[in-house]
């Protein structure tokens, strides 16, 4: 009997690892295949251990794994949702004799979530979710059986300068995290200490942030996670998960400004507001 994980982008790879460390979570399996989009992620030497039988999402692997799932072969899938899915992915599933939900970023939070169907789902089934922020978690949720991937956010200290792998900069300035809603920000640009520190979102589509950088600005190539946890200027952010990672992380002396699309989920928009609500170090733009 075979197990299928299905790890679309990096989020759903960590979800994915997190149950794989800990197989007595969900027991054992006697084959596991990792499937995994490379223009999506690179995948590390943990996850070549973990997964020692591993294959990029393409329409031959498709076509490879249908025959054991109709054979009734598939024991259980792993996958976020089956939003864009194609006809052999839909097809695996149906036929699959468990299917096991990952964690799919802000969805849960959300009244209406943009990538998860609850209705294509049976009831019941376990959802593996990141425990961030339990209490903003939309009652659709409760349709599952939420189970605890624990916070993808750890609170931690700042590593001392020496100790960081990638050099990084001084925290001062207004670090920018590129991500949707941000762009709102713009018209009031001057108001953001200077120097800037513009991270990119990784997708060029959905980069949000235009305004040219100046003389003294700076545009970081690194994970905003790397520099979140000791920065103490300005930071800027909108509808991301890395949201939650400035709110989580928050040191004495940072100011975080969430900027939110006007398309925002309301319960979402009403999470952050009561959020900013209790933190004198949280701002945000309606």
Not at 46 to 69: F, I, S
Not at 99 to 123: H, K, N, T
């Amino acid at each position: 009997m075979i197990r299928l994980t299905l790890a679309s982008n990096a989020l759903h790879l960590e979800a994915a690892r997190r149950l794989r460390r800990n197989p007595a979570l969900t027991g054992p399996a006697p084959l596991e295949i990792l499937l995994w989009e490379p223009r999506r992620m690179r995948l590390g030497p943990e996850d070549r251990r973990l997964w020692p039988l591993r294959l990029p999402v393409t329409p031959l692997t498709m076509a490879l794994l249908m025959p054991p799932a109709l054979a009734g072969l598939v024991r259980e899938l792993r996958l976020a949702h089956l939003h864009n899915a194609g006809r052999a992915l839909r097809r695996i599933a149906a036929r699959a004799h468990r299917i096991v939900l990952l964690d799919d970023g802000l969805d849960q939070y959300r009244a209406a979530p943009r990538a998860v169907d609850p209705r294509a789902f049976p009831e019941g089934i376990d959802y593996w979710l990141f425990s961030d922020a339990p209490a903003w978690r939309a009652r659709w949720c409760a349709r599952f059986r939420c189970r605890d991937l624990g916070p993808l956010f750890d609170r931690q200290e700042a590593p001392p300068d020496g100790a960081r792998e990638v050099p990084l900069p001084p925290p001062r300035g207004t670090l920018i995290i590129d991500s949707p809603g941000v762009e709102r920000l713009q018209e009031d640009a001057a108001a953001l200490p200077r120097p800037w520190w513009l991270i990119p979102h990784p997708v060029d589509a959905k980069r949000s942030w235009t305004l040219p950088l100046a003389e003294g600005d700076r545009c970081l190539q690194v994970p905003p996670e790397q520099v979140l946890p000791f920065w103490r200027g300005t930071v800027v952010v909108g509808e991301s998960l890395m949201l939650l990672a400035a709110l989580r992380w928050c040191r004495t002396g940072t100011v975080v400004r969430v900027a939110l699309p006007g398309d925002v989920d309301e319960r979402l928009r009403a999470s952050v507001c009561a959020e900013a609500g209790l933190d004198a170090g949280v701002m945000w733009r309606e």
